[in-house]
């Protein structure tokens, strides 16, 4: 509230005619539109790192505990310190370290949520979309769109281990979610490994395939490889001062995120370089694929090494320090906050 305090007579007063409209299920706005109107973005969750060389035998007992097919995803949930309880890493965002151990299959199933797949650990696993397989290889960023069929598998004879990134949260807070399970633990091979980024990855498409704007790509694997390439080469020229090299993966047949909800980026930070200061109001997901930084939130220092985990939440004051050479993938709803005329960012 504003203006001057009241006093103890009035306070009474207030307090008795707010439990009266209680009863008719109403509240005054006065009481709380500063919370529910802020100056500027109050974020409740906090920024927090997950170091991989610390979790990792956590997500190793797991397969111990239970098999993949009973778990039906064996998965540890990355949930933010401030937001226990609710299976985010932001309000809007689900993160999580899948496992799966040599022989087994994580059964196929569909749902409405979105989902992306960052490998960190291992080799021998597939994932499989709407009849194609890819195989997963460390640093690959491989998407199962919503409502897309989907299973896990594991050939070779390693665990393998990968960050899930899902809309959850935001699927959830519309009241909007929906699941299936398969009759069949994994589906039959429709097309050969690799058809899908032919098809649509080349800078071209079939002659008449078209999509509306807000439809997920048909490319469901962007390979680590290209990734690592793209950023290599054009790493000679001069760094942005807020980002280093930073690249948004896109739609090839739109030019938009490759999904409607979730946004995915990969920037390489030179040796020695230092990021000016930045926020923006998509709280993001970052993970180091290569090299090591330092990363400061809000006047918190994090030492980032490979396949560590880092979440910095909305409107919060973040810059690179790379030790050296330094590769970032990273995930936000910015598609959200874009469609809706919200997004915003301050560089300093």
């Known amino acids: 509230m504003t203006g001057h305090a009241p006093d103890p007579e009035s306070r ?41 060389a610390d979790v990792r035998d956590r997500v190793m007992e797991a397969g111990r505990l239970i098999s993949a097919a009973e778990a039906e995803r064996r998965v540890l949930i990355l949930e933010n310190p401030a937001l226990r309880g609710q299976s985010c890493i932001t309000q809007s965002l689900y993160a999580g370290l899948q496992l799966i151990l040599p022989g087994e299959v994580a059964p196929a199933h569909r749902h409405t949520q979105s989902a992306l797949r960052l490998v960190l650990d291992g080799e021998g696993a ?9 195989t997963m290889r460390r640093g690959d960023f491989i998407i199962t769109p919503a ?8 050939t070779g004879n390693e665990p393998v281990v990968w960050l899930d990134g899902l809309d959850i949260p935001i699927v959830r807070f519309l009241d909007a979610g929906f699941a299936e399970k398969s009759d069949s633990d994994f589906q039959a091979v429709a097309r050969p490994e690799g058809d899908a980024l032919a098809r649509y990855g080349s800078n071209m498409v079939p002659v008449d395939f078209y999509q509306e704007p807000a439809d997920p790509t048909r490319v469901f694997v962007y390979p680590w490889e290209r990734t690592q390439a793209s950023l290599k080469a054009i790493a000679g020229g001069t760094p942005d001062p807020h980002f280093g090299h930073k690249q948004r993966y896109v739609n090839p047949a739109t030019g938009r995120s490759p999904m409607p909800t979730m946004a995915a980026f990969s920037q390489l930070i030179p040796a020695g370089f230092e990021t000016r200061p930045y926020r923006c109001t998509d709280g993001t997901v970052y993970v180091c694929l290569a090299g090591s930084a330092e990363v400061s939130v809000e006047g918190s220092t994090f030492r980032m090494a490979e396949n560590d985990v880092l979440v910095v939440p909305s409107w919060h004051s973040h810059q690179f320090r790379a030790g050296s050479e330094a590769i ?18 301050h560089r300093a």
């Open 328 to 345: 970032f993938f990273s995930y936000s709803d910015r598609p959200v906050q874009q469609a809706l005329g919200l997004w915003r960012e």
């Open 147 to 154: 409502w897309t069929w989907h299973d896990h598998g594991n």
């Open 126 to 134: 597939y994932t499989a979309v709407d009849g194609e397989r890819t």
């Open 12 to 52: 009474l007063q207030r307090k008795a005619y707010y439990d009266r409209i209680g009863a008719d299920s109403m509240t005054p706005l006065w009481e709380v539109l500063g919370a529910l109107v802020p100056h500027q973005p109050r974020s409740p969750a906090v920024a927090h790192q997950w170091a991989y």
